[in-house]
């Protein structure tokens, strides 16, 4: 196995993206600046009420001011059958969220249709509303299911004997803590944006449509509208060439682009809709809060008698979400019984959706801090509690599979990571570190991420014949989130053409390609680079065209448990006057198979470790029980980690070369790097401050709050 410094190889030289020039000349058009004649624009009408009745509409007042065109709303557009709640625009009488769409209006600018919406006048019969989660709510269900497909609960052995065997031997630790997460919203730079034009738009419904949207899927965003849409798929073309960022809440087809398209049906012409930042806050989906029990005890040698982790969360009235969060427990360390449960309460909130890293991510906050918990009861060293609970097999996924791992380098990662960032002879004693000021302390925590590939299918043709140094061009409806896979995707190729990456083009973003699953789940790259390389393995036999379709070859993807691992330290600063916490570094190493490209995989795993500081220090969605809102929809309140709060990321990795996994052997890099962070952190300040803050964000005000 070999290591691979990041930081001290010339690749930065080597990883430019394909598109970057577009990009920073401002000729690469995202989905609001494609330009489209004789466009008007749509502004959404949303609830002003969490639960309740939809009345009459006035629309007289908005009608007659300028540039108004037409006010949509339920009773004056077509109904179609959706069956998704959140896009079945206008024709739901009930309203059970703040924030639902209800109308919509339509005018010459942007800046009129959103004046005018402020004169529609509707009436709604508000009814109680309930938006608070808590562990005794009277609502808490079992879920049949959880994403993405995965057992509600697992378990297996005696946990409860277990949890009482150190105890009884008066030897070993146990804890029982729960830790709560806040509700946080996925803020891209790009706001989502669609541009609708049907193509006969005199016939109301019955041409095609071509739909310019910020989305993490263009085929299958084209499916969703078509059968929210009545339409048959073929009438529909989602055009996606440039996306900026979307750590999920563009993964699912969102309400902007159906009111673009209604809205352009109705108006015969085509309509843009942009959503301000604050409208995301409520049509773009969030991450579930959580409140998580986690029960762990250990034997005096640090291995653990029994885990459980007790999960509630939220999900909306009339859409189930059930996040995964504890199925991250069900593969990470060994023990002699464990227990995983999930529980929702439905709220009058919008429906939550992907975050990145959707469960491992708050599943992982909780299980790392509750290790870190349990070393410091057992008088161990953190990084050695975690290396002697090492599994032989993955533990318990609910398929109670017992499966080998394809290949796991936790271990690797925590010594490289303990090595490089100078863990070895770390006094565990909390809260007696000064740096000036400055109370100092550092943490440890371990990351895991699955490492799945979904059916894809691509086309590949030589450009030019029989030229020797011809070009190719790689067709497939993959998407580009400021990741670079257009980039990957063009490498991929080009090492299996056996060819010079500058020979080779790749067209992505558009739904009239070759069928494509999302850029999500971190599966983006395993499952396009998958068709990718086999079409260019096809073209190669026929000489001038290939084509592949995945789908068998990935139904074949059993047998191993497949999973990404790693290891983050965090070193923190905390001011004991104001409670500031401050990160002056961050030190992560990862195994997530081949790195295809470093320059993006460690942009991937940077971005990654950022956004995991970001939410443990920062991200909180406030929630407003009285009026049953999102409060604080706006950058200014919602707070996000800026330059300053990272003075230094860095991002290690150690090659793995791992025979179970696609052609490529990446197991995907997008979502790793936020796993484990924030209780890295927790755990750093802890260690500095010997307070343990059990509810994210860490901030100065829980810090300073009185025991
Ligand atoms: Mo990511 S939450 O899989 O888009």
Known sequence: MSETGINEGDSAIEGHRVEGRDKVTGTARY????????????????????????????????????????????????????????????????????????????????????????????????????????ADHPGLYRPEKINPGLPTDTGYGDVAAGLAAPVLAGTGARVDVTYTTPVQHNNPMEPHAAIASWD??????????????????????????????????????????????????????????????????????????????????????????????????????????????????????????????????????????????????????????????????????????????????????????????????????????????????????????????????????????????????????????????RPSTAAVDKLDGEAVDGEYEVRIAAADIGTGARTALGEIAASVLGVDAERVRVILGDSDLPDAPLAGGSMGTASWGSAVAAACEALLKDGAHGTADTTDDVAGDSGWARHSFGAQFAEVLVDPLTGEVRVPRLLGVFAAGRIINPVLARSQFIGGMTM??????????????????????????????TCADVPSVEAFWIDEDDPHLWPGGGKGIGEIGITGTAAAIGNAVYHATGRRVRDLPITPAKLLAPV
């Open 200 to 453: 006969s738009a005199s016939e109301h419904g019955a041409g095609t449509l071509t739909i310019y949207d910020s989305t993490q899927g263009p085929s299958a965003d084209r499916d969703t509208i078509a059968t929210v849409l009545g339409l048959d798929p073929g009438r529909v073309r989602v055009i996606s060439p440039h996306v900026g960022g979307g750590f999920g809440c563009k993964g699912t087809t969102r309400p902007h682009a159906i009111l673009a398209a209604i809205a352009a049906d109705a108006v015969g012409r085509p309509v843009k809709v942009a959503l301000t930042r604050q409208q995301m806050f409520t049509l773009t989906g969030h991450r579930t809060p959580t409140i998580q029990r986690l029960q762990l005890a250990a034997d005096v040698d640090g291995r653990l008698t029994a885990v459980a982790h007790d999960v509630i969360e939220h999900t909306a009235v009339r859409t189930e979400f059930a996040e995964q969060t504890a199925a991250c427990t069900r593969v990470m360390y060994g023990t002699r019984a464990m227990r995983t449960t999930h529980r929702l309460a439905r709220l009058n909130v919008p429906a939550p959706s992907w975050m990145r890293a959707p469960g491992e991510t708050p599943g992982m906050y909780a299980l790392e801090s509750a290790m870190d918990e349990l070393a410091v009861a057992l008088g161990m060293d953190p990084v050695e509690l975690r290396v002697v609970n090492e599994p032989a097999a993955e533990p318990g996924t609910g398929r109670e599979s017992g499966l080998p791992f394809s290949s796991r380098n936790l271990v690797a990662c925590l010594r490289e990571g303990a090595d490089r960032f100078g863990w070895a002879g770390r006094d565990p004693r909390p809260g007696v570190r000064r740096r000036g000021r400055w109370l100092a302390g550092t943490g440890v925590a371990a990351s895991t991420y699955p490492a799945r590939r």
């Open 612 to 641: 995991g500081l970001s939410m443990a220090l920062f991200e909180e969605t406030a929630v407003d029980a009285a009026a049953g809102s999102f409060v604080g929809q706006d950058l200014a309140q919602y707070h996000i980690a």
């Open 31 to 134: 989905a609001f600046e494609h330009p489209v004649a004789d466009a008007v624009y749509a502004y959404p009408l949303q609830a002003p009420i969490a639960n309740g009745q939809i009345g009459a509409l006035d629309a007289a007042e908005a009608l007659a001011m300028p540039g108004v065109i037409a006010v949509l709303w339920g009773g004056n557009t077509r109904p179609f059958g959706g069956k998704d709640f959140e896009l079945s625009l206008f024709h739901r009488s009930e309203v059970t969220y703040r924030g639902q769409l209800v109308g919509a209006v339509i005018a010459d600018t942007q800046e009129n249709a959103r004046a005018a919406a402020a004169a529609v006048r509707v009436d709604y019969t508000p009814a109680e509303h309930d938006v608070v989660l808590r």
